[in-house]
């Protein structure tokens, strides 16, 4: 495999971890408007994203292959995780 094989590779494990971060985040500022005015749409899709990205990792590590159910399922607990922590706490 070659370099370039390589990068598409890498790009095509993680393009699943930004469309769910991205839609994610659009759909909690959407909700919850309100509660997340005052957080700025990228800091929520960034946090997401990332989130999403080391559920995907942990599954792969857990399960030593992609594309397991348990591993989408992985990278919503991560997003959504992610997405609590970045919002405002009510106090």
């Known amino acids: 495999m070659g370099p370039l ?21 659009a ?9 997340l005015r005052a957080v700025r749409f990228m800091r929520l899709a ?3 994203c990332g989130g999403c990205a080391l559920g ?3 599954a792969l590590i857990v399960f030593e292959r992609d594309g397991k159910m348990a591993g ?5 607990a991560g997003g959504t ?3 609590w922590w970045a919002s405002p706490r009510s106090e």
Do not use: K, S
Not at 5 to 25: E, K, Q, S
Not at 72 to 76: F, Q
């Open 5 to 25: 094989d390589a990068l598409w590779h890498l790009l095509n494990f993680f393009a699943p971890a930004l469309g769910v971060g991205l839609i994610t985040a």
């Open 27 to 35: 759909l909690a500022r959407l909700l919850w408007r309100r509660e």
């Open 46 to 48: 960034g946090w997401a």
């Open 56 to 58: 995907l990792v942990a």
């Open 72 to 76: 989408y399922a992985l990278m919503l």
């Open 81 to 83: 995780l992610a997405l």
